[in-house]
């Protein structure tokens, strides 16, 4: 059966807007942002100039994770769950800002701690649901291509902790690579379940 192109239409419209915000927003910034050092939490951040913009799209791809879950994740239950608390802590992210990047700007400091608490889980949750969806592939090279994203976007987690100059890139390599794999990894599920409701 020929693939449908809205199949993802949720996830994949959301990260193409996901997609500019990251790199463009930094030009309509704070003076100080760098696409290089600052993350996109950055640009979220409490008392900083468009922090909608950031938090919006925030709030879209963690609805779309969500929703795509609930859409083509039906009888891979723990997978499901994973799925949407990766996109539920997404969404906290946006609703808990970040400190700002500017000294001397007053601050929720209990909400920065918050944003940092959901912005692990996101780590967290992706790692787990990329290395336990290995366990329900068929192809090897899949197996292997799910692994090998789990512990590279744990690997640029520790990069941005390691060389902090450069956690912008980290931050983005990781939302480019986890999104690109999640959107055909919900294909080859989608895939996979029709297979066994005809079985």
Do not use: C
């Amino acid at each position: 059966m020929k693939r449908k192109s809205a199949d993802f239409r949720y996830l994949l419209s959301s990260f193409l807007l996901l997609l500019p915000v990251m790199l463009v927003l930094p030009f309509f910034s704070v003076d100080t942002y760098s696409i290089i050092r600052n993350t996109t939490s950055h640009l979220g951040a409490q008392s900083t100039p468009n922090a909608w913009i950031m938090n919006a799209a925030f709030v879209l791809v963690g609805l779309s994770s969500i929703l795509e879950g609930w859409l083509h994740l039906r009888k891979m239950w723990f997978h499901r769950i994973l799925l949407s608390i990766f996109g539920f802590g997404l969404i906290m992210v946006a609703v808990f800002r970040h400190a700002p990047i500017v000294e001397g700007i007053e601050f929720d400091a209990f909400e920065d701690k918050l944003h940092s608490i959901f912005a692990s889980l996101v780590g967290f949750m992706f790692t787990v649901l990329a290395i336990s969806t290995a366990f329900i592939e068929k192809a090897l090279k899949h197996r292997i291509t799910d692994i090998a994203v789990g512990l590279a976007a744990t690997l640029l987690s520790v990069l941005m902790q390691l060389l902090p100059a450069f956690a912008g890139l980290w931050q983005r390599a990781i939302f480019i690579m986890s999104f690109t794999w999640l959107i055909f990894m919900l294909e080859r599920m989608r895939a996979f379940d029709k297979d066994k409701s005809q079985n």
